[in-house]
Each structure stands twice: as structure tokens, then as C-alpha cells.
């Protein structure tokens, strides 16, 4: 173990947490899914970014439902509560919601 530290073949608990943070960004997973993926791997968190949470969010909504400025006011509901499900702050979900083309 000592020399595979030495050679710099094991990754650092702050590169393994980036790159699982990456993937899991890549699969529009919520910030809150993935720190807790990283709480129980026992990872540091790291640094959370809104406009990302906001652009996760987004995407998952147009894949779901299509445009958002279409929605009725039922339509609207089904998302925020399919978003909020999925563990995204209530913040990020309305700023979606309520944005203007």
C-alpha cells in the first residue's frame, strides 16, 4: 500500500470524490443524492454550484415534460413535486419553474 502511495497509483479521497461527483452530474443525479452518495462512502463533499443544480434540473424537466413555459398550472405541480422526489432544493426548482423565454 505504502509504495503504491509513493508511485502515485492510488487516487487522493479528494480526486475519487470529484470523479464519482463528475459521474453522477453526468446522470443529472441532485446535489443532495450525491452528497449523500459520497457521506456514505466516507468522500469529501464538495463545494456545491446553484447553476448547475438549476441546469440538472432543467434538463431533467425537458426530458420529462417537454417545455416548461408550456406547462398548465397541474403540469407545473407534477414537476415540482417530480424534481423534489428526486432531491433538488426547492430553490433550484422554482427558479426553473418560474424562468421566461
Not at 446553484?50 to 434540473?57: I, N, P, Q, R, T
Not at 414537476?79 to 422554482?94: M, N
Amino acid at each position: 500500500m505504502r509504495e503504491a502511495e509513493e508511485h502515485g497509483w492510488l487516487a487522493s479521497e479528494e480526486d475519487v470524490a470529484r470523479r464519482l461527483t463528475a459521474a453522477l452530474e453526468r446522470k443529472l443525479k441532485s446535489r443532495s443524492y450525491i452528497e449523500a452518495q459520497l457521506r456514505k462512502k466516507r468522500l469529501p463533499l464538495p463545494e456545491p454550484d446553484g447553476e448547475v443544480e438549476a441546469e440538472k434540473a432543467r434538463a431533467l424537466l425537458e426530458r420529462k415534460f417537454g417545455s416548461v413555459q408550456e406547462m398548465t398550472f397541474e403540469e407545473r405541480g407534477k414537476a415540482y413535486r417530480f424534481l423534489k422526489y428526486r432531491g433538488f432544493h426547492d430553490r433550484w426548482i422554482r427558479q426553473v419553474l418560474n424562468e421566461k423565454p
